[in-house]
């Protein structure tokens, strides 16, 4: 049975990605703030960010038009999910939650050493951030961290709870149009 529910919460079966950590950095202070609005728009990999203009990382990004996407795994859900109950402009939080900086090769904000990977990015497109904060980059690199045991990612539901990967199917050998990809 079909029951109505509010359509303000409709986000939380379509909510696209795992929630991230957004990593920008502005004169040397590198920040991070935790993101679930997300979503992948091409395979380049172009991705797609939502950030409100109360964020501290908003006008940080806007300005230097660069970051690091880094994708936690659930061994740091905790502390993923207390950096977005603080703000950079008064919190060191690398320092704060113990992670680790990593330089990256491309852009200045860092790399986390702790996240199960992660993607340099630059902005490509600012045409809807003003209407929707929706930041368009483009993955220019990308690292994964091979001998992290911790794999499992996690998705927001929007309430406090959040809905942890789990069983994978294989299922290549249907991907019969898609085999660039596998």
Same mark, same amino acid.
């Given at each position: 049975m079909n029951c109505e529910f509010p359509l303000h919460k409709a986000f939380k079966f379509i909510e696209p990605g795992p929630v991230i950590l957004l990593v920008t950095s502005e004169n040397d202070k590198p920040n991070i703030m935790t993101l679930s609005w997300s979503t992948l728009i091409d395979f380049n990999p172009v991705i797609g960010c939502v950030l409100s203009p109360g964020d501290y990382s908003y006008e940080i990004l806007r300005? /230097?038009? &660069?970051?690091?996407? =880094?994708?936690? =795994?659930?061994?740091?859900? @905790?502390? $993923? $999910?207390?950096?977005?109950?603080?703000? *950079?402009?008064?919190?060191?939080?690398?320092?704060?939650?113990?992670?680790?900086p990593i330089k990256a090769q491309k852009v200045e904000p860092p790399l986390i050493k702790e996240a199960l990977a992660n993607i340099e990015c630059k902005v490509i497109d600012v045409d809807f951030v003003d209407r929707y904060g929706l930041f368009i980059m483009e993955g220019i690199k990308a690292w994964y961290d =091979? @001998?992290? /045991? &911790?794999?499992?990612?996690?998705? =927001?539901?929007?309430? *406090?709870?959040? $809905?942890?990967? *789990? &069983?994978?199917?294989?299922?290549?050998?249907?991907?019969?149009?898609?085999?660039?990809?596998?």
């Open positions: 300005r /230097t038009k &660069e970051c690091v996407i =880094a994708i936690p =795994a659930i061994d740091i859900m @905790e502390k $993923v $999910v207390q950096i977005g109950n603080c703000s *950079g402009s008064d919190t060191n939080k690398f320092k704060t939650f113990d992670l680790t =091979a @001998e992290k /045991t &911790e794999k499992c990612t996690f998705h =927001a539901n929007g309430d *406090g709870t959040f $809905v942890i990967d *789990g &069983e994978t199917k294989n299922l290549k050998d249907l991907m019969i149009k898609w085999q660039i990809f596998i």
